[in-house]
């Protein structure tokens, strides 16, 4: 298994909702990262997992809220989001914190929020 | 700092060679990559070269590394209208553990 598999692959939902966004790796990755992609721009990184650890938060408002269960699953909490927050949301992993020999995206989740 | 940016737009022949082109600021860069994304897809890893190396070649793609001018480059041979996409490049940074992506080159391969 060499993908980094995301779901749901889109979601729309109200400011008031909380849902989950989740990605799984069966690669033995441990590093895992959660990018948010505007239309027409690059990826902005969001949240690094280290070892299951949270390494880096890039300043991103708490309405996100990233989980680690294991070393195969990532998780991202959203809760009272802005439509500004309507993004693809795209998970990578690499075998190690540094990313040598690549990141591997998932295919994302396309959100809208209304 | 980082600061990574890369031309907006490239338009080519099918047949023709693309070269798209990639600067970059921070010197601590360990590892350059080259990312593909099509339209509502994710990122496709496509090459990455490390930064003690000067060139790398895979199939139909030749990545240059110009570490003294901070200087990247992806050459695809043989376009195909199926390289029509947006291309990243992206450094990262081993101490900070962070992909920072330039802005994309959307390729459009014209029949």
């Known amino acids: 298994d060499t993908e980094v598999t995301q779901t749901p692959k889109h979601l729309v939902m109200g400011m008031t909702n909380k849902k989950s966004l989740k990605c799984e790796q069966h690669m033995g990755h441990r590093a895992m990262y959660w990018y948010k992609q505007k239309a027409k721009k690059p990826p902005e990184l969001m949240f690094v997992y280290s070892y299951e650890k949270l390494s880096i938060n890039e300043s991103v408002p708490s309405r996100f809220s990233p989980e680690c269960p294991n070393s195969s699953l990532l998780n991202l909490h959203l809760h009272a989001l802005q439509p500004e927050d309507s993004a693809l949301y795209l998970c990578?992993?690499?075998?190690?914190?540094?990313?040598?020999?690549?990141?591997?995206f998932g295919s994302g989740t396309r959100l809208t929020v209304v | 700092g980082e600061d990574v940016e890369q031309s907006l737009f490239l338009s080519v022949r099918e047949g023709d060679s693309s070269v798209i082109n990639c600067t970059y600021t921070d010197s601590s860069s360990t590892y350059l990559y080259w990312y593909k994304q099509e339209p509502g897809a994710g990122l496709q890893l496509l090459t990455y070269?490390?930064?003690?190396?000067d060139m790398k070649q895979d199939q139909r793609l030749t990545v240059l590394l110009n570490k003294k001018d901070k200087h990247l480059s992806l050459r695809i041979a043989d376009t195909q209208t199926g390289d029509s996409a947006i291309y990243f490049c992206?450094?990262?940074?081993?101490?900070?553990?962070?992909?920072?992506f330039g802005g994309g080159t959307r390729v459009l391969v014209k029949p």
């Open positions: 992206a450094e990262n940074i081993a101490a900070g553990n962070k992909l920072t």
């Open positions: 070269i490390f930064s003690n190396m």
């Open positions: 990578a992993s690499s075998q190690a914190p540094g990313g040598d020999y690549g990141y591997t």
